[in-house]
């Protein structure tokens, strides 16, 4: 079982930046693919950005790309994204996630963290 804690959320103006945090529980974490999604009001959750178990491979969503980066700090079982140039339309609850597979945290990861509320005021 794998347990992750996001922070980092909260409000920014647009054009701004924020760091989000995701912590995991376990000694296994360089074992996961690690993986952020996100669900506005209203709609589905959608997947933003994931990295290899490694990090040596990332993979971003287009409405994110070239703003938003995705990392990993094995040693301290954490993954991060930094948002940057944020737009209104990032608003959102941005949620951790994690699979062994790495094909598997981009469509169906199997554990998910609590989420944090991440605002972009226009």
């Known amino acids: 079982q794998v347990q992750l804690v996001e922070s980092g959320g909260g409000l920014v103006q647009a054009g701004g930046s924020l760091r989000l945090s995701c912590t995991a529980s376990g000694r296994t974490f360089s074992s996961y693919a690690m993986g952020w999604f996100r669900q506005a009001p209203g709609k589905e959750r959608e997947f933003v950005a994931a990295i290899m178990r490694s990090g040596g491979g990332t993979y971003y969503a287009d409405s994110v790309k070239g703003r938003f980066t995705i990392s990993r700090d094995n040693a301290k079982n954490t993954v991060y994204l930094q948002m940057n140039s944020l737009k209104s339309e990032d608003t959102a609850v941005y949620y951790c996630?994690?699979?062994?597979?790495?094909?598997?945290?981009?469509?169906?990861?199997?554990?998910w963290g609590q989420g944090t509320q991440v605002t972009v005021s226009s």
């Open positions: 996630a994690s699979a062994r597979d790495t094909r598997v945290v981009l469509t169906e990861p199997n554990y």
